[in-house]
């Protein structure tokens, strides 16, 4: 394939069709794709029932604080929408109870039943060995210098 410039836009790089991550966007398509691979792999080692990756995160922060599909929402920045269709996916595969609220009875608080948290666990050990893997080549001052970085790119 003949390398090709965008027109009228002199810092673009050079777009050649080889294969490899060259924008912030497609490196970090490339992390999470390691992260979901490595997460997906380790509840097939231990018997867990599959989780859609884009429940991953939701299945995490429910093993860590329980809540309505609201709060899940606001604390993964995602629509209540999104957050209870992923809260119906998990309670499927007996990752997840509802529980209406005595209260409220329009309001659900939603938990991690015995098996979500252990699925959760065996998440957190995944991510932990990808970001020993990945940030091995980091010193101390450069994996805190990474980290901060991230906090101020997400504000």
């Known amino acids: ?3 090709r410039s965008f027109a009228g836009s002199p810092d673009a790089q050079v777009v050649t069709g080889e294969r490899g991550a060259r924008t912030t966007p497609e490196r970090l398509a490339v992390v999470l794709r ?3 691979e490595a997460m997906k792999d380790a509840l097939e080692a231990q018997d867990y029932r599959p989780i859609p990756p884009t429940a991953y995160w939701f299945t ?3 093993a860590r604080q329980a809540g309505t599909v609201g709060d ?3 604390r993964l920045e995602m629509t209540k929408q999104a957050a209870s269709r992923l ?3 998990l309670a499927a595969l007996g990752y997840c109870d509802r ?3 005595e209260t409220n009875r329009r309001q659900v608080l939603l938990s991690a039943t015995a098996e979500g948290q252990g699925a959760a666990m065996v998440l957190l050990a ?3 060995k990808v970001d020993a893997s990945m940030l091995a080549s980091l010193d101390k001052d450069q994996r805190e210098a990474f980290h901060q970085a991230l906090g101020q ?3």
């Open 126 to 128: 995944a991510i932990q």
């Open 87 to 89: 809260a119906d996916q």
């Open 153 to 155: 790119m997400l504000g």
């Open 1 to 3: 394939m003949q390398p």
């Open 60 to 62: 995490i922060e429910l």
């Open 72 to 74: 899940l929402a606001r």
């Open 99 to 101: 529980e209406r609220s």
């Open 34 to 36: 390691r992260y979901r």
